[in-house]
Each structure stands twice: as C-alpha cells, then as structure tokens.
C-alpha cells in the first residue's frame, strides 16, 4: 500500500448503529453512576437534587481533576480564559441555560469518563439531544483552538529548543528532539462493507482499531499527533503520509520502536535510533546497553500515551462518533499538556528556574 492510497476515517462513513458497540459503552455506566451520585453527596454533604456546574466543585481539586482530567482549579480557569479570548459563535443553536464554563465542564466530562448523554442531561438538568449539541460544537471548539490554533500552527520545536529542557535520561541522544510511537484504539466492526472490514483490522490487537501517530518532545509535551488510519496500515506508512518527517532539519535525531524502519525514507541529514534487532541467540553487551539507553528515553512517549488513553471516550469508538474520532484522538492529546509534566526532573528544572528568577528579581 502506498502512502497516498491510505484512507482516512472521515464522518461520510455509515452511521448505522452499532448494537455492539452500545451494549459495550452502556455496561460500565450503572456503576458509574452510582459513583457519581456517592462523590457528590460527599461534596456537598446532601443528595443532588441542583443542577451539576462548575461552582460546586471549583473549590476542590481533587474534584476538578476528577470530573476534568485538568489537575486544578487554576488549569480550569486559564482554558476558559483562553477559550474567552476569542468569539465563540454557534450558528444554528445558542445554549441559555449553561454557561460557557459549565459547557466545558459538560464536554471535559464526557472526554474523560465518556458518560452516557442521558446521564449527563440528568447531571446538567437539560435534555439529551441539548448534550449532543454541546458535546459536538465543543469538541469543534477545543479541537480549533489548541490542536489547529497551537499544537499543529507551533509544530514540534527546535533542536535547539528541545536542548534547553533536556532531561537526564536524554543526555546520551543529544540531538533528539522527537520521540515516536503509534497507538491503537478500538472502533466498531464497519456492517456494511467487508474492505472496511478489513482495513481496520489489527493482527496485532486482534480486533478492528484504528491507529494514530504521537510524537513526544524529550521534555514530555506532546507536539505531534497525526490522524487517525485504519488498524492495519504499518507504522512507516502512517509515518509517510503524515508527513511528520517534512518538519526535520539536517541534524536532527528521532527515537523510536523496532517498527519504525524509516532509515531509507528519512530526510538528508536526518537519523532515526531504534533499539538493535538480535541477530544471534542474544544480544551482546554493547547492545544491551544502546537498548537500555534508548528505552530509558522511550518510556516517556509511552507514558504519555498512557496519559491520552485516560480519556475513556477513546476506549471504543462506536460508529456515531467515527466522524469525530480524529478530532477527539487530537483533543485529548492537547488536554495531556495541561496536565502535570510526565518526566519528574523536567518538572523540578522548572521549579528551579523560576525559583531563580524570584531571586534575581528579589
């Protein structure tokens, strides 16, 4: 398969309903609930009977991070803040009754815990098809401004800039600047076409996936994620037609797993460094250290994955949302940013230096 001929998930698919892929999605939600119902009544010392809103929980973080996936309240703020600094339009419906803050709270829930319409009308005492609307224009939204407007409009940093925040696992590669990796998601079984069929199965997972593309920066920060591509495309080919490889410079190094066989495709100037293949009946010293030393800085794209997996509305993909998949595949690896770094001493740089700076300014 050529990298031009890989299709797409786009939301002119069918949108038959997938029975399997409901009874799936509505057998975790009874304990769910129940759950909820108990956080609540902890948090305000009462059963429910209010409307769910931001105002409830804001003053616990452990709630907001809970409901959010955001670690804080003051996380919350800056992206309602930052969302305000623009003119949010909706063209066909306008929402009275919940406020932007509380719609993004609504949308967050949905991202993170993947609770049914239906429970979150009963949350936000509005109608179902009213949480449809605000699920859809939101993840739009949020989608448009940090995925199109900041992740993909920046593009992964220098070499240089990567260097600045370089941590100790990555001192051996030190002209990295990004570290790949794929991921797969499961997706219902297409009903009405067997080529389908077949495109999104994964022998490796043994169901129907779809797979996307992640690039992590040596400082842990997702900088690239691809679209989304059927489970059997290979890992070069989603490379390829990403076009990921089109943003590196002569110099330039990338990590990635024995999948990644890009050396006769990468740019002039360009390396790639996957762990040794063993060639013998085991490995010798020497590549057991390079192995060692490139799954030291691997492990962080796989955690950050991890991380993006958190989001429970990408546990399965049912066919109503095949339309959105990319954009809350790309969504939530925004959201991952706002979380906590997930390499320590990048966080303990960062308390260092600006700790520094309130010296010198003192």
């Known amino acids: 398969m050529q990298p031009e001929e890989i299709s797409h998930i786009s939301s002119s698919e069918e949108t038959a309903v997938d029975v399997q892929g409901l009874q799936y999605i509505l057998q975790e939600k009874d304990a769910e609930i129940a759950k909820l119902h108990e ?58 009754s919940l406020s932007h803050e509380d719609q993004i709270l609504l949308t967050l829930m949905k991202l993170r815990h993947n609770f049914t319409h239906t429970h979150l009308g009963f949350l936000f005492s509005i109608t179902k098809a009213t949480v449809t609307n605000i699920v859809s224009a939101w993840i739009d939204i949020l989608h448009s401004l940090l995925f199109s407007g900041i992740m993909t409009e920046i593009g992964i940093p220098s070499r240089a800039k990567a ?27 297409p009903r009405t076409s067997m080529a389908q069929q077949s495109q999104t199965f994964s022998h490796y997972k043994q169901r129907n996936t779809f797979k996307g593309l992640v690039g992590v920066s040596p400082n842990g920060a997702v900088t690239f994620v691809s ?81 993006i997996k958190l989001y429970k509305i990408l546990d399965f993909v049912p066919t109503y949302y095949r339309g959105k998949a990319n954009k809350m595949f790309q969504l939530c690896a925004c959201l991952t940013n706002l979380q906590n770094p997930v390499i320590k001493d990048v966080d303990l740089n960062t308390q260092q230096r600006l700790h520094s700076s309130k010296d010198f300014t003192q």
């Not at 600045?164 to 219902?188: A, M, N, W, Y």
């Not at 943003?247 to 066989?261: S, T, Y």
């Not at 790639?272 to 085991?282: E, K, T, Y």
């Open 163 to 189: 260097s600045e925040s370089l941590p100790d696992c990555f001192s051996s590669f030190p002209g990295v600047r990004l570290t790949l990796d794929c991921t797969e998601i499961q997706c219902s079984i």
């Open 39 to 96: 956080l609540l009544s902890q948090a305000t010392g009462e059963q429910c009977s209010a409307p769910m809103s931001y105002s409830k929980i804001k003053h616990d973080d452990s709630l907001v991070s809970h409901y959010t996936g955001l670690p804080d309240d003051k996380t919350f703020v800056c992206l309602l803040n930052f969302v305000h600094r623009f003119n949010i339009v909706f063209h066909s419906w306008s929402i009275i």
């Open 227 to 307: 679209d989304l591509y059927p489970g059997s495309v290979s890992d070069k080919e989603i490379v390829l037609h990403s076009k990921v490889l089109l943003q590196f410079e002569p110099g330039d190094l990338i990590l990635a797993d024995k999948g990644f066989l890009l050396h006769d495709v990468m740019p002039q100037g360009v390396s790639v460094n996957i762990p040794p293949f063993l060639s013998r009946q085991q490995f010798t010293k020497p590549q057991v250290i390079e192995t060692t030393r490139i799954v030291r800085a691997r492990i962080h794209v796989e955690r950050a994955i991890q991380h």
